[in-house]
């Protein structure tokens, strides 16, 4: 636990819930203290709460130490950005600390596909390069971020991290894989992500390099590196309500817009 001359310290929990494997984060002054990443996908709903206990011992703080909680708010699999906002506005009102959200898809751009274990390592998509078959592009490249949403569906963003500082080159949004030949993106760029992986052959016709898996991991590390370098956006106070980032609509709400059958 935090000894008395230490309350004062900046501590900062993050929590990524919606990609593949949720992953969990504590910084205390600006240094990551634990980092925890589910072992099994779509482990969301049955290890996020353990996983935050967990961490939170594994950086000797509590609950009531947290000064702001930093939590992905999508895009990813609707239930898993669902829980881990639902859960970061629990602890918010526990701890009485803030609430930041932050952009999953940037997150997965700031190049810190570190801390995993095995087992995300050996459940890359099929279609990319593997760590041990390509060297890892330089960390100054700018990252094209392209997420799976099925089909020929994407989640996109491009950032660049120099420096520690953030720039948004392409703002998150949903597109379609035959939309990748229209970006207008630094000659430099590689693209990461699930994504890219599975449709790297198109994206190679395009001449863009494609990173090795788990780049482009949407990660609680990664949701820490994007709070550092791009400046700070509004802090949610506890109780407050705002919604999750989801690009396209959930399925219900897909169903609910269609015309009623005759």
């Known amino acids: 636990m935090m000894a008395a001359s230490d309350q004062e310290?900046?501590?900062?929990?993050?929590?990524?819930?919606?990609?593949?494997?949720?992953?969990?984060?504590?910084?205390?002054?600006?240094?990551?203290a634990a980092v925890l990443v589910a072992n099994e996908r779509r482990r969301q709903a049955a290890d996020?709460?353990?996983?935050?206990?967990t961490v939170l011992a594994r950086a000797g703080v509590?609950?009531?130490?947290?000064?702001?909680?930093?939590?992905?708010?999508?895009?990813?699999?609707f239930t898993g950005v669902?829980?881990?906002?639902?859960?970061?506005?629990?602890?918010?009102?526990?701890?009485g600390c803030p609430v930041r959200p932050l952009s999953s898809i940037l997150a997965a751009g700031t190049g810190t596909g570190t801390h995993?274990?095995?087992?995300?390592?050996?459940?890359?998509?099929?279609?990319?390069?593997?760590?041990?078959?390509?060297?890892?592009?330089?960390?100054d490249r700018p990252r094209l971020v392209l997420l799976d949403a099925r089909?020929?569906?994407?989640?996109?963003?491009?950032?660049?991290?120099?420096?520690?500082?953030?720039e948004v080159l392409l703002e998150p949004r949903a597109a379609l894989v035959e939309d990748l030949a229209a970006l207008d993106l630094p000659e430099e760029v590689v693209a990461?992500?699930?994504g890219a992986l599975r449709h790297a052959d198109v994206l190679r016709r395009l001449g863009l390099d494609v990173a090795p898996w788990p780049e482009g991991l949407p990660s609680a590390p990664g949701l820490l590196a994007l709070r550092r370098g791009l400046p700070k956006g509004p802090?949610?106070?506890?109780?407050?309500?705002?919604?999750?980032?989801?690009?396209?609509?959930?399925?219900?709400?897909?169903e609910a817009l269609r015309p009623e059958a005759s």
């Open 9 to 32: 310290a900046s501590v900062v929990l993050a929590l990524e819930a919606g990609s593949e494997f949720g992953s969990v984060a504590v910084e205390v002054d600006g240094e990551l």
């Open 48 to 53: 996020l709460v353990p996983m935050i206990r």
């Open 62 to 77: 509590r609950v009531q130490d947290l000064s702001e909680i930093v939590v992905g708010k999508g895009p990813g699999s």
């Open 82 to 95: 669902r829980i881990g906002i639902a859960t970061a506005r629990g602890l918010s009102m526990g701890s």
């Open 116 to 139: 995993l274990p095995n087992a995300v390592l050996q459940a890359m998509p099929a279609g990319g390069p593997t760590p041990d078959k390509v060297e890892a592009p330089a960390p």
């Open 151 to 166: 089909g020929n569906r994407l989640w996109m963003g491009c950032v660049a991290t120099r420096a520690g500082r953030v």
């Open 192 to 194: 990461c992500g699930g």
């Open 235 to 254: 802090l949610q106070p506890p109780g407050s309500r705002w919604s999750p980032d989801y690009l396209r609509p959930s399925q219900p709400e897909r």
